[in-house]
DNA sequence: AGCCGGATCAGCCAAACGGATGAGAGACCA
DNA sequence: TGGTCTCTCATCCGTTTGGCTGATCCGGCT
């Protein structure tokens, strides 16, 4: 059987060796090329046609990981896209997820979560860290998201088309604490326009 | 029978004793009270409770005349509110039939047209001037107002939450252009904010 | 030929919004 | 008592919107 070939996309240096080094310990995996950008990727994978691509969200100057992943899917739906970052933000797990990521790994994972991972997902299985797996099962058990109940509050309103302003004497606080509730709720939802938060919330199962 | 009385309400003096003139001449009508304002319009008719409210909707300072009629059918759902407005604009319209305006009447409305309208507000039929009757009637066949084609297409995209500048590329137009329609959407929905339209336009039968 | 509605674009300006950051009060839990 | 969460508020700053005005082009309708 031939090994499981690995595309890396890290811009930096040192992660990339460092797991290049980890996964050629073992023999069934294979490093095949490395990508600093999601630019580079792109270009690389349309050469290697890797079996999987494992790429960091965070990725300087240029094309963002969850841009990257969405381009990677429309060139080849086939390779299996697994994301290993630092962070675990609701919106970038969620994004991840919608824009055809496979799996979802913290860089603190261990080794051998990080090898069960890449071979789980050329099998089709869906890898990710605890944390992470828990954040998306609270994501997907309550569709508002994780919302705390002003929150939800909020965006209600919200959905009546009303400006901060109006949010703000409609519940009795001030406008600089309506905007807070907001940029929670954009990051909950994985937005980042009311706009978008408003088509989000109403599409939402009937909420009207 | 007593005659049925009425109040004008319009800040331009020239304008109230014309009518108060012109409703003169008909024994059957008596206008009991003349207000300049909105505010001073609540004030009237909590005094006089006349069986007729004709409003002008644009008034110069403080409370604009929607507001006003919304006002007023809080403290009296009983008088009939008759709008008498320079110009028909579509969201004007909507926005005074939907705040409770009995009636829409154009200034440039023959005398005959008036007293019937002010006569058949109080026995609760609808009475306005004919193009206002079109508009409005375009407005109930087709839910999605007056929207031309390249506006209604606009709309849909706005729903998907895309920022000027995404909907200028999706649409092959400057951003100059999405604004141009866009003002004219909210015209025509009768809203004021991107995202009180986006509201409007989900909401608005299942549009998804 | 002349008019009108629809679509396109520009420039200006004020208001609204979004992002980042810091911070304090109260509730709850370990 | 020390975290953690939720809700509250503030300031700064750059971007986006919305309002207004005016203009061009095209295709019908008269």
Redesign the pocket.
Known sequence: MNPTTVLLVDDHLVVRSGLRALLGTQPDLAVVAEAASGEEALDLVREHAPDVVVMDLAMGAGMDGIEAIRRLRQVNTRQAILVFTTYDSDADIVRAVDAGAMGYLLKDAAPGEIFAAVRGAVQGRSVMSPPVASRLFQQLRNPDG?L????AELLGLLTEGL???ELGRR?F??E??V?????HI?AKLGV????AAIATAIRREGMR
């Open positions: 994780i705390t109940p002003r929150e400006s901060n302003r519940l606080i001030s600089a604490t905007k807070t509730h907001l940029a954009y980042e326009t009311r706009a």
